[in-house]
């Protein structure tokens, strides 16, 4: 700043000549702006305890990363590295992937109960107005859940949620109309865990995998069957404990109930006739399934009659109408081994006791006892 000389861009517009002792020392805009030299302010120099004046012109040292990667490349490349990771930390523990944890098919056993005559048939308050189907509740309010109690490693909380989720897929899978009518899966598919779902809907699809349908609800044929009674009569109860060393809950669930059906195409002045179903099921719940509300069906057990054993009930379960007989007798001992624990042995089932046999696989046939028959 030495010596007399013009500003940068010339002589400052409106400086006279009267002001020519001065003239060096006028300082423009553009005087400033050409300055090498910037001294920071007395503020700035108290809080970054830094040099007084820095070098306007000096080159700024290269980034640790390269003089040849900007800023912003930098950003836009933590962006796209960060939406990377995120999209795969999704994808592995999205719900519909199924890789997050393999679930076993359940066990089924669906048994066919065979009359040992004629069925018989009445009104609906006749058929189910008497004998042990009277004692039973209407709907979920026959099915008895217990007094939550906290585990070794589930609270009372998880338990009592546990239970809840429990009867709301027996309720689903037992007692919804749309669902025995085969109108709709939903209710109870909702339920299940994600790969649970996928087992379902092949078991309607039928096909020689998987576990059969009718064990994992209860539904009719509509074109064949129709409850002459929306309300299903059953009774329940439900038992809790730990299993996989306090892994998860499980809940055992035995149950019956009674549906009054008749032939789809009957008028409802035709007689109604009761049909049986005794189910035991396992249910199966970790703190994951709890929290995503989430059920996983580990068996199920299935007596239902009177029904045929020359039909096939995987798929939907087709009930005897009354004053219908069977085409044979069907019993347990046409299919079942001598061996009297072999799970397929449920000769003389009584609808109303709760199935205690060892888990199997697939369709057996019983014979029917417990309920009377035409003329008693």
């Known amino acids: 700043m030495a010596g007399r000389s013009e ?17 060096s020392t006028v300082f423009d805009e553009s005087f400033v702006r050409a300055a090498r030299i910037e001294e920071f302010s007395a503020q700035h120099r108290l809080e970054e305890e830094t040099s007084p004046v820095r070098n306007r012109f000096a080159p700024v040292p290269e980034s640790r990363w390269g003089s040849g990667l900007p ?11 960060t939406a990377l990771a995120v999209a795969v930390l999704l994808g592995t523990h ?23 005559s004629e069925v018989p048939g009445g009104t609906v308050e006749e058929v189910t107005g008497e004998g042990p189907v009277a004692d039973l509740g209407v709907g979920a309010a026959g099915l008895e859940v217990p007094e939550a109690r906290r585990t070794e490693e589930f609270g009372r909380e998880q338990v009592a949620q546990a239970l809840a989720l ?38 309607l699809a039928g096909g020689d995998e998987g576990s059969v349908a009718t064990g994992w609800l209860i539904r009719f044929d509509p074109s064949v069957v129709a409850l002459a009674d929306p309300r299903v009569r059953t009774g329940g109860n439900f038992t809790v404990r730990e299993v996989g060393a306090g892994r998860a809950l499980e809940v ?6 009674a549906y009054a059906v008749r032939p789809a195409d009957a008028d409802t002045d ?10 035991r099921l396992r249910l199966e719940f970790t703190e994951q399934d709890l929290r995503d509300r989430r059920v996983v069906l580990v068996g199920s057990q299935v ?51 709760v199935l205690d046999r060892s888990a199997g696989e697939g369709v057996v046939c019983g014979t029917l006892r417990g309920t009377p028959t035409a003329g008693e």
């Open 71 to 81: 800023a912003q490349g930098i950003v836009l490349g933590l962006i796209v590295l």
């Open 303 to 353: 007596a239902a009659g009177p029904a045929d054993c020359a039909v096939d009930p995987s798929r939907e379960l087709r009930p005897l109408f009354a004053g219908e007989r069977p085409t044979g007798d069907g019993g347990a001992g046409d299919r079942a081994g001598e061996d009297p624990d072999d799970p397929s042995g449920f000769g003389g089932t009584d609808p109303f006791s």
């Open 166 to 203: 429990a009867k709301e897929y027996v309720v689903a899978a037992t007692l919804t109309p749309e669902v025995l009518t085969g109108a709709t899966v939903l209710p109870v598919r909702g339920l299940l865990r994600p790969e649970q779902q996928r087992q379902l809907d092949r078991s």
């Open 252 to 257: 055992s669930v035995a149950l019956v109930a």
């Open 7 to 23: 500003p940068p861009e010339g002589t400052p517009t409106g400086f006279s000549g009267e002001d020519e002792e001065w003239r």
């Open 270 to 279: 035709e007689p109604a006739s009761l049909f049986l179903v005794q189910r």
């Open 94 to 116: 999205s719900p519909y992937t199924g890789t997050v944890e393999y679930t076993t098919p359940p066990w089924t056993v669906v048994v066919p109960l065979v009359p040992g």
